[in-house]
């Protein structure tokens, strides 16, 4: 199983990314795929969830700025985020594992395979 992250990169304040995970030797259908996020020096953090019937969960520091989809067609993941603040700025990780279909999982315990993770840097 792989997770590969992309489209970090190092925009203003304001201003917006889009982040991918592509999954490859594992279906992610049935799966719940998550970013979790670690800034500089601090804990790892769930950011936003997406089960298999597409319900979500963003964590309330991102609500109404940053949207997770997927397609499944593609085994892939998307992460939009706009309206970025300075304190989004972390390395933002994709993970997958559990089966959930009405659940949503939001703790990295509950996450068996992980990225590599992509950079993102906002500036002020």
């Known amino acids: 199983v792989q997770l590969v992250e992309s489209g970090g990169g190092s925009v203003q304040a304001g201003g917006s990314l889009r982040l991918s995970c592509a999954a490859s030797?594992?279906?992610?259908?049935?799966?719940?795929m998550a970013w979790f996020r670690q800034p500089p020096g601090k804990e790892r953090e769930g950011v936003s969830v997406?089960?298999?019937?597409?319900?979500?969960w963003h964590a309330d520091s991102v609500k109404g700025r940053f949207t997770i989809s997927r397609e499944n067609a593609k085994n892939t993941v998307y992460l939009q985020m706009n309206s970025l603040k300075p304190e989004d700025t972390a390395m933002y990780y994709c993970?997958?594992?559990?089966?959930?279909?009405?659940?949503?999982?939001?703790?990295?315990?509950?996450?068996?395979?992980w990225g590599q993770g992509t950079q993102v840097t906002v500036s002020s």
């Open positions: 993970a997958t594992g559990p089966d959930c279909l009405f659940s949503l999982y939001t703790r990295a315990a509950e996450y068996d395979y």
């Open positions: 030797g594992y279906t992610v259908s049935r799966k719940c």
């Open positions: 997406i089960n298999a019937d597409n319900s979500t």
